[in-house]
């Protein structure tokens, strides 16, 4: 369980504000909310910013409750990114930023700060220094009870203090499940409604025969290279964590391995570019994720109406 907490703390932000971890503009099919989400963010009236302070507000609880059960936990809000992008040059989320700065992970670019970039997570030498015994105490007092049986089964361990201050700041979703249903039907067409659709398929494979063809094969999605960029960079900063020799500044004065490291992502994201546009995936996936989306609010539309009209 170490280090999840900035992990939840990324897909609570993403949900909350409706942003990606890393800030992205067109050909992203994620860059603007589909008609289910327009109804959630209505209701909610998250933007990114306040966001990024609802998840600050979140890790103060989380210690303020943990200090109250005899634990000492640090805030860390490393995993909870937004950057302001609308005067960054080249735009994330461009040709020219994705050859030059991958997906924005092992390289940024001036004006776009590194703090929300993955590294140790500040509990973790708290944890590393306790006995079995303390460790499963501070476990169950920051996740609940059951943890261990949850994790087993692969489960989240959503209780204790990190589900008091989730429930506190973004709200129960146990006590709203029109929310709940919305937010359940948002991720289910995300993740597996819209990659089925028969066009998205088969611009997904289009995609990943030009990936091939670039020299990255392996590929189904372009989530998938996204992700495997995103691996490689926490594993580059896992490895640094875990043998702090390795960080040393090279002859350009960065961390010796990164600049390969941003490199390789660059090519891969430029791939991804090219190939996105050339079997117009972007286009086919919103288009199919906000038909299922449609479909969603016009069987629900008066429960959704009554909903974000409760929250005026």
Same mark, same amino acid.
């Given at each position: 369980?170490?280090?999840?907490?900035?992990?939840?703390?990324?897909?609570?932000?993403?949900?909350?504000?409706?942003?990606?971890?890393?800030?992205?503009?067109?050909?992203?099919?994620?860059?603007?909310?589909?008609?289910?989400?327009?109804?959630?963010?209505?209701?909610?009236?998250?933007?990114?910013?306040?966001?990024?302070?609802?998840?600050?507000?979140?890790?103060?609880?989380?210690?303020?409750?943990?200090?109250?059960?005899?634990?000492?936990?640090?805030?860390?809000?490393?995993?909870?990114?937004?950057?302001?992008?609308?005067?960054?040059?080249?735009?994330?989320?461009?040709?020219?930023?994705?050859?030059?700065?991958?997906?924005?992970?092992?390289?940024?670019?001036?004006?776009?700060?590194?703090?929300?970039?993955?590294?140790?997570?500040?509990?973790?030498?708290?944890?590393?220094?306790?006995?079995?015994?303390?460790?499963?105490?501070?476990?169950?007092?920051?996740?609940?009870?059951?943890?261990?049986?949850?994790?087993?089964?692969?489960?989240?361990?959503?209780?204790?203090?990190?589900?008091?201050?989730?429930?506190?700041?973004? $709200?129960?979703? !146990?006590? &709203?499940?029109?929310? /709940?249903?919305?937010? =359940?039907?948002? #991720?289910?067409?995300? *993740?597996? @409604?819209?990659?089925?659709?028969?066009?998205?398929?088969?611009?997904?494979?289009?995609?990943?025969?030009?990936?091939?063809?670039?020299?990255?094969?392996?590929?189904?999605?372009?989530?998938?290279?996204?992700?495997?960029?995103?691996?490689?960079?926490?594993?580059?900063?896992?490895?640094?964590?875990?043998?702090?020799?390795? $960080?040393?500044? !090279?002859? &350009?004065?960065?961390? /010796?391995?990164?600049? =390969?490291?941003? #490199?390789?992502?660059? *090519?891969? @994201?430029?791939?991804?570019?090219?190939?996105?546009?050339?079997?117009?995936?972007?286009?086919?996936?919103?288009?199919?994720?906000?038909?299922?989306?449609?479909?969603?609010?016009?069987?629900?539309?008066?429960?959704?109406?009554?909903?974000?009209?409760?929250?005026?």
């Amino acid at each position: 369980m170490r280090g999840a907490i900035a992990t939840v703390g990324v897909v609570l932000l993403a949900a909350a504000a409706g942003c990606s971890p890393e800030a992205t503009e067109e050909p992203s099919p994620t860059s603007t909310p589909g008609p289910a989400k327009v109804y959630l963010e209505s209701a909610l009236g998250f933007t990114a910013d306040d966001a990024a302070q609802a998840a600050l507000r979140m890790e103060e609880s989380i210690a303020g409750c943990m200090a109250e059960q005899g634990f000492e936990y640090v805030p860390d809000t490393s995993g909870y990114q937004h950057v302001e992008t609308s005067e960054i040059d080249p735009p994330p989320g461009s040709h020219e930023f994705a050859e030059q700065f991958g997906y924005g992970f092992a390289a940024l670019p001036e004006g776009m700060s590194s703090e929300g970039a993955p590294g140790p997570n500040p509990n973790d030498e708290l944890m590393a220094a306790m006995s079995p015994e303390e460790l499963a105490a501070y476990q169950v007092a920051m996740w609940g009870e059951g943890i261990e049986e949850e994790s087993s089964e692969g489960g989240g361990g959503l209780g204790g203090c990190f589900g008091a201050a989730r429930n506190e700041v973004w $709200g129960d979703p !146990d006590e &709203d499940p029109v929310r /709940a249903a919305l937010e =359940d039907e948002i #991720a289910r067409i995300d *993740a597996e @409604a819209a990659p089925m659709d028969p066009a998205v398929a088969r611009a997904a494979n289009q995609w990943s025969d030009c990936m091939s063809d670039a020299g990255h094969p392996g590929f189904a999605t372009p989530a998938d290279a996204e992700q495997a960029a995103w691996d490689s960079w926490m594993a580059f900063n896992d490895a640094i964590a875990a043998e702090p020799m390795l $960080g040393a500044e !090279d002859a &350009d004065g960065g961390v /010796a391995g990164q600049a =390969d490291l941003a #490199a390789k992502e660059a *090519a891969l @994201a430029t791939a991804d570019w090219d190939c996105r546009a050339a079997a117009g995936y972007d286009a086919v996936w919103r288009e199919a994720r906000d038909r299922l989306q449609q479909e969603y609010v016009d069987g629900h539309r008066a429960e959704l109406d009554a909903w974000v009209e409760s929250f005026s």
